[in-house]
């Protein structure tokens, strides 16, 4: 079986993100996907609504001045290719969904060293172009219709957002989600399921 490739927008600060990326993850370490990273900042969508543009109207590091300097780090970390983009991802994931740390620059720096990637955090901080690059990286997340994490590009078919899950599946629950969404995304006339109130938060396992 050759994988299916799946490109993944992701923002680090976005706790149903996080969940997305476990269950995906756990579908590619089955065979069934290889994975690609984009960027997408939460902040910088956020203003740049509010101007009904895609300019958030100020420099990066003041756009997102929380969540910016890990979206600056990942930038970076994508020298090293999808794997060190996800090492670094992962590991301020745990620590800010699991653990609910902030994003320190102690936070960062410990997730950078986790990721294999030491010093990283002073290098992108030093780096000030990075902070542009993400905003294009929006700027072009925003063209092909991306509003929001986690949204996927399945092969060459339209983004779809989400899925938005409270835990992220794995093993055989994983896969089995994988081939519905699958399904539904490769649907040309296909647009929209959604279930609403959110009654469970990210990390909250549903009764059975």
């Not at 339209?158 to 938005?164: E, L």
Request: with cysteine; net charge negative; hydrophobic share 45%.
């Amino acid at each position: 079986m050759t994988p299916t490739d799946v490109r993944l927008w992701i923002d680090p600060s976005c706790p149903w993100a996080w969940q997305a990326l476990t269950w995906l993850r756990d579908v590619r370490d089955q065979g069934a996907i290889g994975l690609r990273y984009s960027l997408f900042s939460l902040e910088v969508n956020a203003l740049a609504l509010e101007r009904n543009d895609v300019d958030p109207g100020m420099p990066f590091r003041e756009a997102a001045a929380t969540w910016g300097p890990s979206l600056e780090m990942l930038m970076l970390a994508d020298e090293g290719g999808d794997d060190a983009v996800e090492r670094l991802c992962v590991a301020i994931g745990r620590r800010a969904h699991d653990v609910d740390l902030d994003p320190t620059p102690t936070m960062l720096a410990e997730a950078a060293d986790e990721a294999g990637l030491p010093g990283l955090d002073i290098r992108a901080a030093a780096d000030a172009s990075l902070g542009d690059r993400v905003l294009a990286s929006y700027v072009e997340a925003r063209s092909l219709d991306v509003f929001g994490v986690p949204t996927l590009q399945i092969g060459d078919a339209a983004v779809i957002y989400g899925p938005i899950l409270a835990v992220g599946p794995t093993g055989a629950d994983g896969m089995a989600l994988w081939h519905e969404v699958e399904g539904v995304a490769r649907r040309g006339g296909f647009f929209e399921l959604k279930r609403w109130p959110r009654t469970l938060r990210p990390g909250e396992v549903p009764a059975s």
